[in-house]
């Protein structure tokens, strides 16, 4: 089993709708959880932290479900500058004090349609 | 605010030429990593470092190699290039803190693009 999933899409979607992605995760002891957004042919960036609570900014929501093992990202009246591929991240502490590693899903291609 | 920078940012290499991709921040992260990222296959770690003097295989280490000689650098030795090793490069950095909580957010350089023929 992969350790971070989700799936690729696309998800086509008609500009000004909601569109909600999943990710699993297999590792229990992850400890942090993160949406990245890569635009086509640029570096992936922090969209946002994903918290126990869940957590809210602006049009976009996060949820972390620790029983089930997913996050999900949740984007709001979307944009077409939405479009691009979201990325679930999973980290997880090693031993040996301070090293974090990340571990990236295969990321949810998004398509949003005038 | 330079962050992270990655040279080159395109590169075309033969069969079995050695080159070295370049990564710096000035962060002063302590925690820096490469990925090489596919069609299809997401991003996977090659290799990463969680400090100067150290270094460790991720992944996918074979065929390339690293150093850490300061908290800056991190550059990425291709030994012996093959068509295999054709890919997008990002070298990442994390670390410091924020407000007095450890940060946990990691950035990217804008990648290098590697085809190897």
């Known amino acids: 089993r992969k350790e971070v999933e989700q799936d690729p899409g696309p998800f086509n979607v008609p500009e000004g709708a909601t569109v909600a992605f999943n990710c699993t995760y297999s590792?229990?002891?992850?400890?942090?959880f993160f949406w990245y957004r890569q635009d086509c042919r640029k570096e992936p960036k922090l969209l946002m932290s994903?918290?126990?609570s869940g957590n809210e900014d602006g049009r976009f929501t996060a949820q972390l479900n620790r029983a089930s093992q997913y996050i999900s990202l949740l984007i709001r009246d979307s944009k077409l500058s939405d479009s691009a591929t979201y990325l679930c991240?999973?980290?997880?502490?090693?031993?040996?004090?301070?090293?974090?590693?990340?571990?990236f899903g295969k990321g949810t291609h998004l398509i949003i349609q005038p | 605010n330079a962050g992270v920078t990655q040279t080159p940012k395109f590169q075309v290499l033969k069969t079995g030429q050695s080159m070295t991709l370049q990564c710096a921040q000035d962060m002063n992260h302590e925690y820096m990593s490469w990925y090489r990222q596919d069609p299809g296959m997401g991003l996977r770690l090659i290799h990463y470092s969680v400090g100067a003097g150290i270094t460790d295989q991720g992944e996918v280490p074979n065929g390339y190699n690293v150093s850490r000689s300061t908290t800056e650098d991190f550059p990425l030795r291709l030994l012996s290039a093959a068509p295999s090793q054709t890919s997008v490069y990002f070298c990442?950095?994390?670390?410091?803190?924020?407000?007095?909580?450890?940060?946990?957010?990691?950035?990217f350089g804008q990648g290098t693009r590697l085809t190897v023929v």
């Open positions: 590792n229990s002891a992850s400890q942090s």
């Open positions: 990442a950095s994390s670390g410091g803190t924020f407000r007095g909580l450890r940060n946990t957010e990691a950035f």
């Open positions: 991240v999973v980290k997880v502490r090693y031993s040996g004090g301070g090293a974090d590693g990340l571990t």
């Open positions: 994903v918290y126990s």
